[in-house]
């Protein structure tokens, strides 16, 4: 498809400032706004999507269900809405197609580049990806841990009772009750214990840090290769390459320097 976008030399004369209301924003100025509120990692890290993407072909079919899937998403049902929202993000039509292809494209780069690592990459670190409920009474007085786990396991009052009025971190608007979480997620002391735990199992009060805590095992739920779990690991994948990508490709920011369209890996 040719083309209709200025030349490099016609676009530096075209796209000379922006009107927001009535203060007109020259290139330079958008880009130091960009860089006040952080936002140029952001494009850089989009830039390299696009860059990686762009040799991604869908089919008509693939582009008609990627479209009505976005619009239906994002309310763009009528011609009234569309055309609110070109102006609203100063897009042309052709950008938002892009933009409603884009995810079902970063979903295809995953698959082709990460998806036959998978089953390997879950079976090597599924001790890893395993979760686990537990709840947990934390306080930094030793004495009141071990007056309450007496309470606890002698059947006067319930572990969920104790954590709501005298656990001393947010899991008391819990009840003491965590999870589900990855079990590499709590402190290491604390999934050790729980590693060996059988459900419901007590453990006497033990130091954490600055905390005194008491846990128990509630449930621990094996990690299982389902749709949810391929995606999970597929988004890890990419975030990973992302940020490598990220690193390769430092941020410099040049005075009077010549504008150029290409991305540079």
Same mark, same amino acid.
């Given at each position: #498809?040719?083309?209709?976008?200025?030349?490099?030399?016609?676009?530096?004369?075209?796209?000379?400032?922006?009107?927001?209301?009535?203060?007109?924003?020259?290139?330079?100025?958008?880009?130091?706004?960009?860089?006040?509120? $952080?936002?140029?990692?952001?494009?850089?890290?989009?830039?390299?999507?696009?860059?990686?993407?762009?040799?991604? =072909?869908?089919?008509?079919?693939?582009?008609?269900?990627?479209?009505?899937?976005?619009? !239906?998403?994002?309310?763009?049902?009528?011609?009234?809405?569309? /055309?609110?929202?070109?102006?609203?993000?100063? &897009?042309?039509?052709? !950008?938002?197609?892009?933009?409603?292809?884009?995810?079902?494209?970063?979903?295809?780069?995953?698959?082709?580049?990460?998806? /036959?690592?998978?089953?390997?990459?879950?079976?090597?670190?599924?001790?890893?990806?395993?979760?686990?409920?537990?709840?947990?009474?934390?306080?930094?007085?030793?004495?009141? /841990?071990?007056?309450?786990?007496?309470?606890?396991?002698?059947?006067? $009052?319930?572990?969920?009772?104790?954590?709501?009025?005298?656990?001393?971190?947010?899991?008391? $608007?819990?009840?003491?009750?965590?999870?589900?979480? +990855? =079990?590499?997620?709590?402190?290491?002391?604390?999934? !050790?214990?729980?590693?060996?735990? !059988?459900?419901?199992?007590?453990?006497?009060? #033990?130091?954490?840090?600055?905390?005194?805590?008491?846990?128990?095992?509630?449930?621990?739920? +094996?990690? $299982?290769?389902?749709?949810? #779990?391929?995606?999970?690991?597929?988004?890890?994948?990419?975030?990973?390459?992302?940020?490598?990508? &990220?690193?390769?490709?430092?941020?410099?920011?040049?005075?009077?320097?010549?504008?150029?369209?290409?991305?540079?890996?």
């Amino acid at each position: #498809m040719q083309s209709h976008l200025p030349k490099l030399d016609e676009a530096c004369f075209l796209v000379t400032y922006i009107q927001f209301g009535d203060h007109p924003i020259s290139a330079a100025e958008a880009l130091t706004l960009l860089a006040s509120y $952080q936002m140029l990692p952001q494009l850089c890290r989009w830039l390299i999507v696009e860059h990686e993407i762009a040799s991604i =072909i869908l089919s008509a079919e693939e582009k008609a269900t990627a479209w009505q899937q976005f619009s !239906q998403k994002n309310q763009l049902t009528t011609s009234e809405q569309i /055309a609110s929202t070109l102006k609203y993000y100063g &897009m042309s039509e052709a !950008q938002l197609e892009e933009l409603a292809t884009r995810e079902l494209k970063i979903e295809k780069l995953k698959i082709a580049k990460w998806g /036959a690592k998978i089953e390997s990459y879950f079976l090597q670190h599924k001790s890893q990806l395993d979760k686990v409920i537990y709840s947990l009474i934390r306080t930094a007085d030793p004495e009141v /841990a071990q007056e309450l786990y007496f309470r606890i396991k002698a059947c006067e $009052q319930t572990f969920a009772e104790c954590a709501k009025q005298y656990s001393q971190g947010q899991e008391a $608007q819990t009840s003491g009750l965590i999870g589900p979480v +990855p =079990i590499t997620q709590p402190h290491k002391e604390i999934v !050790q214990k729980l590693l060996i735990s !059988q459900p419901g199992q007590l453990w006497p009060p #033990m130091r954490v840090d600055n905390w005194v805590v008491i846990v128990k095992l509630e449930k621990m739920i +094996p990690a $299982q290769l389902d749709d949810a #779990m391929r995606a999970a690991l597929l988004n890890h994948f990419f975030e990973t390459w992302l940020n490598e990508q &990220m690193e390769k490709t430092p941020l410099k920011i040049y005075e009077d320097a010549p504008i150029s369209s290409t991305v540079t890996k």
